[in-house]
């Protein structure tokens, strides 16, 4: 809901344009498609967490229309994405790049998942061998038992 | 003098307003009273002292129901002498939407919150007629702690009942994105779901201050963990349904921080009612279910900070009270740091008592909750990296779906790969054969569709066909373990079995097999969905897909409190007509805002998904469609895990005195 209200304010600055205009598609589909889906990994820089692809923002549509024009120009993929980070930094990347204190944003789940892993196989083989106080018996009551059974 | 009629309607509006603000005050008292009277009743062996809590805790549900009331009161017949209903409602607003105002901002959602919260204080005294008096005093006791703080916040910071001096003729309307069904229903259930976590705090704190935790706890905390996550679960999906078909372009889930805040609660939330389930059962997982009894809560407050903070979302200017965000970390800071304080002081006394080898269900539920923490762990990280990067690296960044999707994905399909072999895995000690070794022929079955599937599409894309092997998996997986609980012997005979398995074996069964389901709409969604983006003249037939659309008419609409340009669309399928779709745009005068109102042919295999937009120089107009395949099948997957829930709160040992037979002292583990 709230997200709702954030989400409208961004429509309110930006006025009722729809994403991807017609007049921007390039008439070559497999060009056309590559600036899709680099568009997706793209922050449109004024809106909340939308990509340019997705936003209605006039400063999207610059940018869609960017890439479009380095795409046809012969820009690989690659330096399409690296042209707009030296513009506009690494915040344009939807996905931060691993590299520097990002690794540790990367690599905090995997990290994590050994840990647990870990703590976790630990925590099995420990209930393994565990005795089960409810239903075993205690030391004495198992002495007992002995001098109970050899009595008989 | 007598007073005209109008006049005494004035004082008497006046006077329902003013008292819904004293009853709100009146609850604050009262619950500072159950903080404290229950906990030391408990200490002492008083028992009115503790049987006061009871009362107490009606009583503020009661008030807070009246103060709620008269809020709403007041946005029903548009008391513009109040600031929130001015900012928020306009007399020619549906009454819907009247109502729903009320919870459409902030200081009246908080409201909601606390009348929740006192709710479901009201519901464990009700309900908790078994549980022992002492556990029973201090839950209540520390629900009204929890109560207090968000009691005093609402009045100190963000206060609904707050007078303007001179009222306007009318109001300022509420947002034109919340003017609508799906979004009036969502914050209701979602804060259930949230506040509903606060039971289960309650309930792992007063299990530390008893300083015990036996199978008994963990059945009676149970049922209120499953009735948050299934009104989370419900409320998400809600969202998640809303944006689709309200934002204008079919996405269902974003990666904001906002969604994030109502994940993070239910991924923890689904641990813990499996590991409670371990506590219940065997007697093992105690500590980790406590913490993650925490943690649950936990992240509903970190949740409360990130929404109504706004210290993720500070490229734009919402929420930017920085006294209410800082009251927040305070509630969040003071709860976690006590709770976590006395975890640390009383875990070790909660030793585990059941044994198993490593093959067996509860192994299974260990790694179920290992997969679960992580991932929320990924989303918690990935949703506070840009702060953290921005404070300590002093980078800027953003995190956003492709981190996500890329970050997070790989447990949802791990999760997905074990869970019909944990969940036909036999307690104690579990073996691969027997009854396990039908899920040999539902792998068969997976792997088959994923291998066909990736013969037949067009694309080279993994993602589909994966997504299918695992939904079939997931989805006969459920169905199997059912099967396997039958038992052996004619087919009669077994499915006599079937309609008298316990409800929460077919809980288990409906909401893994929801499971299944959305993963199922996700992946073929992700996979398949088509789009067209084009300039269509009015009468313009176009092919789309299998489909073929056209754009019949554009024209002018007057709503009843908006404008509106309504395209009408056919869609057509091998010459024959399916549907005329009427997309809009909508201009709210009074909030001077645009909407997009996309127009859906909803069905079992696709939706087909057509927006309009501006009208082009050239002529005609700007429109997209889509054909989105499956895509309902994510929220029918939600709603059937909600329903699977709900089978399973249903089930006979939550309704029989629940654990009264257990409480005998051999089953406790003593603190001393």
Known sequence: ?152 | MPLARAERLAIVRAMIVELGHFALVLALMLATIQTVVPLVGAHKGWGSWMASADATATAQFLLLAFSFGALTYAFVVSDFSLLLVVQNSHTLKPMLYKVSGVWGNHEGSMLLWVLILTLFGAMVSWFGANLPPTLKARVLAVQAAVTVAFMIFILFTSNPFTRLAVPPFDGEDLNPLLQDPGLAFHPPFLYLGYVGLSTSFSFAVAALIEGRVDAAWGRWVRPWTLAAWVFLTIGIALGSWWAYYELGWGGFWFWDPVENASFMPWLIAAALLHSAIVVEKREALKAWTILLAILAFGFSLIGAFIVRSGVLTSVHAFANDPERGVYLLAITGIFMGGALMLFAARAGVMEAKGIFSTLSRESALVANNILLAVSAFVVFVGTMWPLVAELLFDRKLSVGPPFFNMAFTPFMILLGVLLPLGAMLAWKRGRLGGNMRILWGVAALAVASGLLLWAIQTGRSAFGPVGLALSVWLVVGSAADLAARTGRGPVMQRLGRLTRLPRADWGKAVSHAGLGFTMFGISMLMAYQYEEIRVAQVGETFPVGAYEITLADVQEVQGPNYLSTMAWMQVKKDGREIAVLTPEKRVYPVAGMPTTEAAIDNGVTRDVYVVIGDPQAAGGYAVRIYIKPFANWIWLGAIVMALGGALSLSDRRFRVAAGAARRAPADGVPAE
């Not at chain 1, 809901?1 to 006025?15: D, E, P, Q």
């Not at chain 1, 340019?52 to 994405?81: F, Q, T, Y």
């Not at chain 1, 420990?126 to 008989?152: F, N, V």
């Open chain 1, 1 to 152: 809901m709230i997200r709702a209200l954030l989400l409208s304010l961004v429509l309110l600055a930006a006025g009722p344009a729809l994403a991807v205009q017609p007049d921007e598609i390039l008439d070559d589909p497999v060009l056309e498609e590559r600036a899709r889906d680099i568009s997706a990994g793209l922050r449109c820089l004024v809106c909340r967490n939308e990509s340019i692809d997705e936003s209605n923002a006039d400063l999207a549509r610059d940018l869609r229309l960017l890439v479009r024009e380095r795409l046809v120009a012969g820009d690989s993929d690659a330096e399409v994405i690296d042209f707009l980070v030296a513009r506009y930094g690494e915040y344009v990347l939807l996905s931060p790049p691993a590299t520097g204190s990002t690794l540790l944003l990367w690599w905090a789940g995997p990290i994590m998942l050994l840990l647990a892993g870990g703590i976790g196989a630990a925590y099995i083989r420990s209930r393994r061998t565990a005795p089960e106080p409810a239903a075993g018996l205690s030391p004495d009551e198992e002495a007992r038992l002995k001098d109970l059974l050899k009595d008989g």
